[in-house]
């Protein structure tokens, strides 16, 4: 039987492209987003389907813990497993933290980081009875360094990596494998929102001058949901050109 892979905030953008990714490697793919419109003017869904596996989307919002637990049922349902969960679904709201309105820091730790409890529990007691699977969380270097004007964004995803660790731990003796990336400036539709001021400054300090593709985050997802990172649990991989040293 085929393994099925997870993906949240799959319609565009990173998720999209590890989708695609995992579907080329054999995967059948549960695509997720918050609605279907996100899905309307893609065709990610047939992209995945033309490597020869099943894809489908479950419309869910990961923030929220009971559609958590329709998302996983309905995928249990429709593929018989979860072998792979990519927490890829993630937002900004960002702001100086003198100026940042409480609604814009809950927002950002609620799609951020409660979404990846819940997944991680949920469909993480799914591979606790399969005794099998691989979880790989997408951080960011705003979780390792800071960034101004991201203090939301940069405090979820630094419980992302401390979470990580934490399920890493509990969940390694059940043959269950969890890790995270921490991808630096990649051009996305939520990188497109920077101004050319802020984009320009990004570049100065990349040591390899130049932005990030999504298909460079999708090769580092493939390996961590295959046999040959089977000995790597509760690391966080830096993709970021060399950001930070
Ligand atoms: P994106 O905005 O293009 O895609 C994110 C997707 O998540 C969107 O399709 C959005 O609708 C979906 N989403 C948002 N809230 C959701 C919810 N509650 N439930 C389900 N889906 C939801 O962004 P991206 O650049 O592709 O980012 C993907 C991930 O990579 C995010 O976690 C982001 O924080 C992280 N990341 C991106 C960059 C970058 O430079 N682009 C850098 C570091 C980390």
Do not use: H, W
């Not at 997944?119 to 270097?141: D, E, P, T």
């Not at 990596?161 to 990649?186: D, H, Q, Y």
């Amino acid at each position: 039987m085929s393994r099925t892979a997870i993906i949240t905030g799959s319609s565009r953008g990173i998720g999209a492209q590890i989708a695609l990714r995992l579907a080329q490697d054999g995967f059948n793919i549960a695509l997720n987003d918050l609605n279907e419109t996100m899905f309307e003017n893609n065709d990610i869904a047939a992209q995945c389907r033309a490597c020869k596996v099943e894809a489908e989307i479950f419309c869910a919002d990961v923030s929220k813990y009971e559609a958590c637990e329709e998302l996983v049922k309905a995928v249990k349902e429709r593929f018989g497993t979860i072998d792979v969960l990519v927490n890829n679904a993630g937002i900004t709201r960002d702001g100086l933290t003198a100026r940042m309105t409480e609604e814009q820091y809950d927002l950002v730790i609620s799609v951020n980081q409660k979404s990846v409890f819940n997944l991680m529990k949920l469909a993480g007691n799914v591979m606790m009875r399969q005794k099998y699977g691989k979880i790989i969380n997408v951080a960011s270097v705003a979780g390792l360094y800071g960034n101004p004007g991201q203090i939301n964004y940069a405090a979820s995803k630094a419980a992302v990596i401390a979470m990580t660790k934490t399920v890493a731990k509990e969940l390694g003796s059940r043959n269950i494998n969890v890790n995270a990336i921490a991808p630096g400036f990649i051009e996305t539709p939520m990188t497109d929102k920077l101004t050319p001021e802020q984009k320009a400054k990004m570049l100065e300090v990349i040591a390899m001058r130049r932005y990030g593709k999504v298909s460079e985050i999708s090769g580092a997802v493939s390996f961590l949901a295959s046999e040959d990172s089977s000995y790597i649990t509760g690391q966080t991989l830096e993709i970021s050109g060399g950001l930070a040293m």
